[in-house]
């Protein structure tokens, strides 16, 4: 497409711009460390391939903001990481985590994509989504390959259609409560598995924070992380179905810090967010009464959590603003003072 001229960003193109400039600029630093701790021939090509698109976006979305006099976004530098640290994650782990940050930017880039209208815009959302799938489709088809993909669980083929007889359906605390259909066995499993590999990334986090409040903060996501993946894995099972396992064997025991507390805080803010919006979603996708309320529970005490973090990156100044509406009483009020 031609890029149209005089035509300037709107709030939506800013929002997703700026939101990936951030994203990508923290994955580079993780990508960077990981690359020197890699072992596998097989994962160190899909690693520099994330790691190259990282920058590619970075180089792009600087050039558009240069031309539309934004500015451009702090974000995370080499400050941000120790290449010198030890190792924190195994090969595997490197795998398993570019394969949630390709999930992550197909579900970003898309709503991004939908929500924009200029021409340049749209091809650098339009080209995200197709490597971000690509990266996602890699990690997927090496993990089948090692045998480490974690499928979701079978269940028996139905033999016929059937339709909705009784109000049953909709039961889950009291009354008959059925089994649970393919939905909700599969938002179930995806929830299950983003705090499983958030619950890694916490622990890892949570030994190499430079300062005890940050350290602390990581330890209390864990066990959140943990409880959440208990009540999932305990409604699997209560239809005989499994949970996936633990990947806890995937961080090392390394406490040398490899990221800045700021990076780590910002990675987990982000799956923080990423969390509440898949539980939005299960709520809206699971008809059983007792899945939308454990949904709507946990993803409430997920926004606690957040909002303690927060005020931990405003105290230190890690928060970097984004770019919001001017305020029209404050330009007011200031020409009466």
């Known amino acids: 497409m031609k890029t149209e001229h005089n035509i300037g960003l709107s709030s939506a193109e800013l929002a997703g711009l700026w939101s990936t400039y951030m994203g990508d600029s923290s994955a580079i630093c993780l990508f960077k460390h990981f690359l020197r701790q890699i ?4 994962i160190q090509p899909i690693l520099e391939y994330a790691l190259h698109l990282s920058n590619n976006h970075i180089s792009r979305i600087t050039s558009i903001f240069k031309e539309e006099n934004c500015p451009i ?17 195994s090969d595997p782990f ?9 999930r992550l930017g197909m579900a970003n880039y898309t709503i991004s994509l ?3 209208t200029r021409f340049d815009v749209i091809d650098f959302f339009s080209e995200a989504l197709d490597s971000s799938k690509e990266l ?6 090496l993990l089948l390959e090692k045998g480490l993909m974690i499928k979701p669980p079978y269940i028996p083929m139905p033999e016929k259609i059937d339709f909705v007889k009784r109000q049953n359906i909709l039961t889950g605390w009291l009354g008959e409560r059925r089994t649970l ?6 938002h179930l499993y995806s ?20 300062t005890k409040e940050v350290s602390d903060w990581m330890m209390r996501g864990k066990e959140i992380a943990d409880k959440n993946i208990e009540i999932f894995g305990s409604l699997l099972s209560e239809d005989d179905l499994p949970a996936p396992m633990t990947w806890d064997t995937e961080v090392t025991a390394s406490t040398v810090p490899a990221f800045s507390d700021k990076l780590m805080m910002f990675q987990v803010q982000s799956t923080n967010g990423i969390g509440m919006m898949d539980y939005g979603t299960s709520v809206g996708m699971s008809l059983r009464r007792d899945l939308g309320t454990h949904y709507m529970r946990l993803a409430a005490e997920t926004l606690q959590y957040a909002e303690d973090g927060m005020n931990i990156m405003i105290k230190h100044g890690w928060l970097e603003q984004t770019p919001q509406m001017v305020d029209r009483h404050a330009l007011a009020n200031s020409k009466k003072a």
Do not use: C, W
Not at 73 to 83: I, M, Q, R, S, Y
């Open 136 to 141: 996602h489709n890699q990690a997927t088809v």
């Open 73 to 89: 976004p702090k974000g995370f530098t080499d400050e941000d990481v120790n290449l010198d640290a030890p190792r924190l994650f």
């Open 191 to 210: 929830n299950i598995i983003r705090n499983l590999h958030g619950k890694s990334v916490l622990i890892g986090f949570s030994q190499t924070a430079k």
């Open 94 to 102: 490197y795998l398993f985590y570019i394969k949630e940050m390709g």
């Open 39 to 42: 072992k596998d021939s097989q």
């Open 114 to 116: 939908a929500n924009s």
């Open 181 to 186: 259909n393919v939905v909700e066995i599969s």
